[in-house]
């Protein structure tokens, strides 16, 4: 089955820092997404990429269709303590109704 | 908008013991999914329903069952609940194939 690999799996930042993660797959997507999940909550989308080269800002975070369209990354800038979270990459293969997900990455702030 | 809403938003089991985790979504979608997520794990998909009248095995689909109900409504079943089963569940819809999903809150599901 499909793979993606995230990482990093934990980053522990300064607030204020700047940071990026990326995903990486065995195979082609049509469709990248970037969640975030808050401590007892469900993920939220973030970010939705939907064509090779693409690049996306939603405020602070940025998130990016690679050109191989094997590949994924978010950025957020200036980081702030509400950035806490796990952020989790996701594809979709053409006409799959299957999301595939990345492991996550767990963001600690640190004040 | 509620969107996605799942019940009950916590659980705990017996071993052996059945129970049927309820989903239903506002947004008029077409699919609707069901994962577990447990620790360092991500998310796995169990069972989904590309469009009512569908369903379909995930990745982990071995000891549960679903029904789709209706357009709204798709319910998660375990039939003899095992401790390997505690974890968090959670239920997500989308449009149509090409579509992002939207999650619901969470059932956070203890079997002892």
């Known amino acids: 089955g499909q793979q993606l690999n995230q990482s990093p799996q934990s980053m522990f930042i300064q607030e204020g820092e700047d940071v990026s993660m990326n995903c990486t797959s065995s195979?082609?997507?049509?469709?990248w997404l970037w969640y975030k999940q808050d401590p007892g909550e469900g993920p939220v989308l973030l970010i939705a990429?939907?064509?090779?080269?693409e690049l996306t800002s939603n405020g602070r975070l940025t998130a990016q269709f690679g050109i191989t369209r094997k590949d994924s990354f978010l950025n957020i800038s200036a980081s702030i303590p509400s950035d806490v979270g796990i952020y989790f990459c996701a594809g979709l293969s053409a006409g799959s109704y299957q999301l595939t997900f990345g492991k996550g990455t767990k963001l600690s702030v640190i004040p | 908008n509620a969107g996605v809403t799942q019940t009950p938003k916590f659980q705990v089991l017996k071993t052996g013991q059945s129970m049927t985790l309820q989903c239903a979504q506002d947004m008029n979608h077409n699919s609707m999914y069901w994962y577990r997520q447990d620790p360092g794990m991500g998310l796995r998909l169990i069972y989904y329903?590309?469009?009512?009248?569908?369903?379909d095995k995930g990745e982990v689909p071995n000891g549960y069952n679903v029904s789709r109900l209706n357009k709204r409504e798709f319910s998660l079943r375990l039939e003899s609940a095992a401790p390997s089963q505690t974890s968090v569940y959670f239920c997500a819809s989308k449009a149509g194939s090409n579509t992002e999903a939207f999650f619901g809150q969470g059932t956070r599901l203890t079997v002892v």
């Open positions: 990429l939907y064509k090779a080269g």
């Open positions: 329903s590309a469009s009512e009248g569908t369903t």
């Open positions: 195979s082609i997507f049509n469709t």
